[in-house]
Nanobody, 120 residues
Framework: VQLQASGGGLVQVGGSLRLSCVATGVIFSIDTMNWYRQAPGKQRELVAGSTSAGGTNYADSVKGRFSISRDNAQKALYLQMNNLRPEDTAVYYC???????????????WGQGTQVTVSS
């Protein structure tokens, strides 16, 4: 299973970006799909998560500005980021819990990361 993230870039304060992540490989089903980020010198943190049932959760720092969505048929995950701030600068990673076969427990997979830089 591979997760391919894209959509990062350089944006000014107040701007927007949309991140995408597509899962490929041998996949029976996907449970949770999440976005994490890691800024220089800081620990990786959960930004937003999405369950297969449609539930979502967000870090307090991004509530009201970021929106997570997924396309189960396309095995894709998105993160719409609006009103970006300098503190949003980080490498963003997609993460998924994937079942590769029926009756098999989920395994966690990570994408390669995409850089988001917000300039003031």
């Amino acid at each position: 299973v591979q997760l391919q993230a894209s959509g990062g870039g350089l944006v000014q304060v107040g701007g927007s970006l949309r991140l995408s992540c597509v899962a490929t490989g041998v996949i029976f089903s996907i449970d949770t799909m999440n976005w994490y980020r890691q800024a220089p010198g800081k620990q990786r943190e959960l930004v937003a998560g999405s369950t297969s049932a449609g539930g979502t959760n967000y870090a307090d720092s991004v509530k009201g500005r970021f929106s997570i969505s997924r396309d189960n048929a396309q095995k894709a995950l998105y993160l719409q980021m609006n009103n970006l701030r300098p503190e949003d600068t980080a490498v963003y990673y997609c993460n998924s819990e994937v079942r590769r076969a029926p009756y098999v427990g989920p395994r966690q997979f990570w994408g390669q990361g995409t850089q988001v830089t917000v300039s003031s």
